[in-house]
C-alpha cells in the first residue's frame, strides 16, 4: 500500500481482496473522504432530507452462499456495483475502506457505520480491475446502474 492524506492506499484488485480475507467488518464508502466525513459521522437521506444515524457504506465481507468462489471477485463485484458514485456525486469523491459499528440501515438497506475509523484509499486503477474483471465474466450480470466514466 503506498500514503495518500495520512492513510495507506490500496492499489491493486489482489492487495483489496487480501485484506477482505484478512479482516472482518470491513465496509466500503464513496465520498470525498474521512475528513470530510467524520467530523459529523451521519448521512443525509437524498431524497428526504433526514439525517441517519451513520455513514451510508457497503459491506466488503465476503458472504456465506458466495461458497467458494473467488475473494478476488467478491471485491470487484462490490467496487463495480457503486463505481458510478464518483459520477453521480461530483469531483473528489472516491472510495476508501473503514471499518466500525453498524447503527442501523439507510434507505437502500444499505449498512450505517458509527463509529467509523478509516482504514485506506482505494486507487482508482482497482475500480479498473474490478470492471475488467466483472466483464471477463461467462455470463453478463444484473441490470444494477452501472455507468459512469
Do not use: F
Amino acid at each position: 500500500m503506498g500514503a495518500s492524506g495520512g492513510l495507506p492506499v490500496v492499489r491493486s484488485l489482489d492487495e483489496l481482496a487480501g485484506l477482505v480475507e484478512r479482516h472482518r467488518g470491513l465496509y466500503v464508502r464513496w465520498s470525498r473522504g474521512p475528513e470530510t466525513d467524520l467530523p459529523k459521522v451521519s448521512s443525509t437521506d437524498e431524497l428526504t432530507g433526514v439525517p441517519m444515524p451513520g455513514l451510508s457504506a457497503n459491506p466488503l465481507g465476503v458472504e456465506a452462499w458466495w461458497a467458494d468462489r473467488p475473494v478476488r471477485l467478491w471485491a470487484a463485484r462490490r467496487l463495480y456495483d457503486y463505481a458510478h458514485l464518483p459520477h453521480d456525486k461530483g469531483p473528489g469523491v472516491r472510495p476508501w475502506v473503514l471499518t466500525g459499528r453498524e447503527a442501523g440501515r439507510g434507505p437502500d438497506n444499505e449498512p450505517l457505520v458509527a463509529d467509523a475509523r478509516p482504514l485506506c484509499w482505494i486507487d482508482p486503477g482497482v475500480i479498473d480491475e474490478a470492471r475488467a474483471e466483472v466483464e471477463r465474466q461467462e455470463q453478463p450480470w444484473g441490470s444494477l446502474r452501472r455507468t459512469g466514466p
